[in-house]
């Protein structure tokens, strides 16, 4: 596609994931992936992408509690072998939380968290797609599968994700609602003294709602 930006997938070094993935299921989605969920960091073992340390300039990711829908791969493309939304659901977690942490950049909105990542621009936000499915191959999390992968890394760097990643006013639609921080806490306790604390009325702490079922957990 005319004005993508060029990215050899083949040329990336593996990254490493200590840590642990859970992501429950909070509503439906649009045309692409499978709904709306929520990625839910373990404050035990909380997901960490560690960059590979080229030159001593390696550096780790950590996202924080945030809507995601996966790798927004539309239901028809799902069909193929590999074009799943949660195919490689560590590395899209890293991804979607670049795009979250850069668009409350560009409002002026970011927290301490956020700001960690505004050093990175959208052409490197593909090389550490690359660099995550990378990881995940070497860690036998998935099969080497170079034309998806390639495919994939491709796809997140065409115009229109470009000006997804500029996009303005976008930071505020991103904030997890009290009721999904509520859900998620009695899902994994512990995670809103990780995302900040629920407020409820009265000024105490929102009673837990009954324990919610995580669709999708990895640890490595």
């Given at each position: 596609m005319?004005g ?7 040329r990336?070094e593996?990254?490493?994931f200590?840590g642990?993935l859970?992501?429950m299921?909070?509503g ?5 992936g499978?709904g709306?969920f929520?990625f839910?960091p373990?404050?035990?073992n909380?997901?960490v992408?560690k960059?590979p ?5 390696g550096?780790?990711i950590k996202?924080?509690?945030m ?6 791969i539309?239901?028809i493309a799902q069909?193929?072998?590999g074009f ?12 979607d939380?670049?795009?979250?942490a850069?668009?409350c950049?560009v ?9 960690e990542?505004?050093d ?7 090389e550490i ?7 995940l191959?070497?860690?036998?999390q998935?099969?080497a599968n170079?034309?998806?992968a390639?495919t994939?890394?491709?796809a997140v ?5 470009r000006n997804l990643?500029?996009r ?19 899902a994994?306790?512990?995670t809103?003294?990780v995302?900040g604390?629920v407020?409820a009325?009265?000024?105490?702490v929102?009673a837990?709602?009954?324990t ?5 957990r990895?640890s490595?």
């Open positions: 005319s993508s930006t060029s990215f050899d997938y083949f990336r593996a990254g490493s200590p642990s859970s992501v299921w909070v439906e989605g649009g045309g692409s499978d709306r929520l839910v373990d404050p035990r909380p997901l992408f960059r340390d080229r030159d001593g300039k550096r780790t996202p924080r509690i809507y995601t829908d996966g790798g927004s539309p239901k069909a193929f072998n799943s939304p949660w195919g490689y659901a560590p590395a899209y977690m890293i991804h939380w670049l795009f979250v850069h668009h950049v409002d002026a909105a970011a927290d301490a968290r956020q700001l990542t505004a990175i621009t959208f052409d490197d936000s593909i797609l690359g660099e995550a499915i990378q990881a191959v070497a860690s036998r998935v099969a170079d034309v998806t390639s994939i890394t491709s760097g065409t115009p229109i994700a990643w500029d303005q006013g976008a930071c505020e639609g991103s904030h997890v609602s009290k009721e999904h921080r509520s859900i998620a806490e009695s994994i306790p512990g809103s003294a995302a604390r407020p009325r009265g000024g105490g929102e837990r709602r009954p919610s079922r995580i669709i999708t990895v490595f």
